[in-house]
């Protein structure tokens, strides 16, 4: 028994070629819409610095840890925060330090993070803060870099 599909005069193939295109468009907007607002949202990324001035550096590069050390009291590590002020103006800094044992990092462990907020940079000023880690074992040798860094221009 052969079965054969004509598009001419049969009505019901034509309505449901209708509701298959009419659910792909579903699924297409329900897939897209929200990459699109993603995006949007998103607001660019090279406008983001300063008027003329090309894209702006990444705020890592004004971080350095000047100091890690275990608190003898709390057993905590503690990191030296130094951040340099931007040309763009006054703004806070929010850093995340890592914490480990060796500076290289072992694939697959994560390390123990910590964050510290530098309010009120102003250009050209170095400004200085500590993040307080997790306890350190005692024969340990804390590790303690920068994992990330951002900056927000204050208004």
């Known amino acids: 028994m052969a079965v054969s599909l004509s598009l001419s005069g049969n009505v019901g193939a034509s309505r449901w070629q209708g509701w298959l295109v009419g659910l ?20 660019g990324g090279a406008e983001a610095g300063a008027a003329g001035a090309g894209p702006a550096r990444a ?56 964050l510290v907020k530098v309010p009120g940079v102003a250009p050209g000023a170095t400004e200085r803060g500590e993040a307080v880690g997790p306890v350190w074992p005692a024969a340990a040798v804390p590790w303690c870099g920068v994992a990330a860094a951002e900056f927000e221009r204050a208004p």
Do not use: H, M, N
């Open 59 to 114: 705020a890592v590069e004004d971080v350095r840890i000047s100091g890690c050390r275990v608190d003898p009291v709390s057993r905590r590590v503690v990191a030296a925060v130094e951040v340099a002020g931007r040309p763009e103006g006054v703004g806070a800094y929010v850093v995340t330090v890592g914490f480990r044992e060796k500076a290289e990092a072992v694939p697959g462990e994560r390390a123990a993070q910590a």
């Open 24 to 43: 792909v468009a579903l699924a297409a907007g329900l897939v897209f819409a929200p990459l699109g607002l993603y995006v949007w949202a998103g607001g």
